[in-house]
């Protein structure tokens, strides 16, 4: 760790307790089985912690009947995202692969070795017939999921590499905008709801609600293309849509000159409202999630998405470089988003009433947006309202007939820690300050005539007295 990583969280140590809390408290609600598996599936794990930290480890809490599923539908749709990045593939080679890939999925023994030296998913390819072994054992309605997916999201994605306009100048419509992350990340949202309610663990209602789906998708893909503005700039994409920005500016690279930084901030809010539009979709989807490790896998990229959103909210350094939450608040957002609903819409609320305390009568979308958070509390307010009448009833009839109340064993939790804090804290006061005068010590500092004046009442003397005091140690033994 980094000695500005240590200071932060020594201001922050909030976020330091969420840490220790994730690290060493947390319990998978399911844990894999490796002796179990064969080469090939444990194979394909290796190639799902090496394409994506952040996604492996919710996918491997999973219920052992999604575990399998889900890990290889992320395998094969990284696969055609792999195909179609990589710019040193020529179309007339890219677009057929991107268009058959729902056959080659389970076609024995393919695999794939001319994608680009410096593409970081490469070895996927290379070893894609391991994950083709295990495709072809799955469930026929998996393998139908997953192939029907995969033909809906490689034919866009071919459409989308043929659209030289759109490879030119970007996306230009905000219908274009939404229909670009339904192919890469609406389609997704489907298909894992086609997963979860073929394993009976999700509420087959969902699947007559494809806005839901939709959202769940398009709230993580706009607000990741809103996070990664500078980047995708500097790789020469442009996604978002010219509908919106071209309000702001004649050309999409003024917005990264410092002069028009307010313009700039007043466009992005304007993305930022784009995407908050789904959030209280998102919410009513998790609600019909029945098993904890599927709501856990579907409610923390939520959460990290709305905390993503206040992060990048009116932040210029957005258009310089790509920002992310810190570890400490990814780390608390987990915690927090894998108890239930309840505690996923704390979070989705106290992220919007910062986007909320963030907004500016000097944005021109400061009346949308304030009404766009607001729509989201309502929501919420709707789920779990805040003065539940029995609520309140049963709290009159205890303070009224003088009941004894029990502690609340979150506040008891919270009063330890914070004991536990000041003694870590004081101990470390203690400990730095035995360092420092054993260097002191160490140096030829004299405590014996530090003490010896203490003793005396001479808390301080003069040039001349400290001289003549030294001459007295001493006795011209040493000097």
């Given amino acids: 760790m980094r000695a500005g990583d240590i200071l932060y969280y020594l201001v922050n140590h909030q976020e330091l307790r969420s840490i220790i809390q994730w690290k060493v408290w947390h319990n998978a609600v399911h844990e894999r089985d490796e002796a179990k598996e064969a080469p090939s599936l444990k194979a394909c794990?290796?190639?799902?912690?090496?394409?994506?930290?952040?996604f492996s480890a919710v996918i491997l809490e999973l219920h052992d009947e999604l575990l399998v599923p889900v890990a290889l539908f992320y395998l094969c749709l990284r696969a055609l995202d792999t195909i179609e990045d990589d710019m040193t593939l020529?179309?007339?080679r890219k677009v057929p692969l991107l268009r058959d890939f729902h056959t080659i999925v389970a076609k024995e023994?393919?695999?794939?070795?001319?994608?680009?030296?410096n593409e970081k998913d490469r070895f996927l390819l290379v070893r894609?017939?391991?994950?083709?072994?295990?495709f072809r054992k799955l469930k026929p309605e998996y393998q139908e999921t997953i192939a029907d997916v995969t033909r809906k999201m490689g034919n866009g994605m071919a459409d989308y590499a043929e659209n030289a306009k759109l490879n030119a100048s970007g996306v230009n419509t905000i219908k274009d905008y939404d229909l670009y992350c339904h192919y890469v990340a609406g389609l997704v949202g489907n298909g894992?709801?086609?997963l979860f309610v073929d394993s009976g663990l999700a509420n087959p209602a969902l699947l007559d609600r494809p806005q839901l789906q939709e959202s769940m998708g398009l709230f993580l893909q706009k607000t990741n293309i809103i996070r990664d503005v500078r980047e995708d700039f500097d790789d020469k994409r442009r996604f978002w849509p010219k509908e919106i920005w071209s309000k702001y500016v004649t050309r999409f690279e003024d917005l990264f000159e410092p002069e028009n930084i307010d313009i700039a901030l007043n466009c992005s809010s304007d993305m930022v409202l784009n995407s908050l539009a789904h959030a209280d979709e998102c919410i009513f989807y998790l609600a019909g999630l029945k098993e904890q490790s599927v709501f856990n896998f579907a409610a923390i990229p939520q959460a990290m998405a709305i905390a993503t959103l206040d992060l990048v909210f009116r932040n210029p350094a957005i258009f310089q470089k790509n920002v992310k939450i810190s570890k400490g608040q990814a780390c608390q957002i987990m915690v927090e988003s894998?108890?239930?609903?309840?505690?996923?819409?704390a979070v989705f609320r106290r992220y919007a009433r910062k986007i909320h305390q963030k907004n500016t009568p000097k944005d021109p979308n400061f009346l949308k947006i304030s009404i766009a958070c607001a729509k989201i509390e309502q929501f919420i307010e709707s789920i779990f309202p805040s003065q539940d009448p029995k609520a309140l009833t049963q709290q009159q009839q205890i303070s009224t007939e003088g009941s004894r109340v029990q502690k609340d064993p979150a506040a008891e939790e919270a009063r330890y820690d914070t004991i536990y804090m000041l003694a870590a804290t004081m101990a470390t006061l203690f400990a730095l300050s035995c360092i420092m005068i054993g260097v002191a010590y160490l140096c030829g500092a004299r405590f014996d005539v530090a003490v010896?004046?203490?003793t005396r009442g001479k808390i301080a003397h003069g040039a001349q007295e400290a001289?003549?005091?030294?001459?007295?140690?001493y006795y011209h033994q040493e000097l």
Avoid: A, Y
Avoid at 338 to 345: D, E, F
Avoid at 467 to 473: A, G
């Fill in 128 to 134: 894609f017939h391991l994950v083709i072994d295990e």
């Fill in 90 to 92: 020529p179309l007339d």
């Fill in 109 to 117: 023994g393919w695999s794939f070795d001319e994608s680009g030296p």
């Fill in 45 to 54: 794990f290796e190639f799902l912690e090496k394409t994506s930290r952040s």
């Fill in 467 to 473: 001289v003549q005091s030294l001459k007295q140690t």
């Fill in 338 to 345: 894998t108890q239930n609903l309840r505690m996923v819409c």
């Fill in 452 to 454: 010896n004046d203490l």
């Fill in 192 to 194: 894992l709801t086609r």
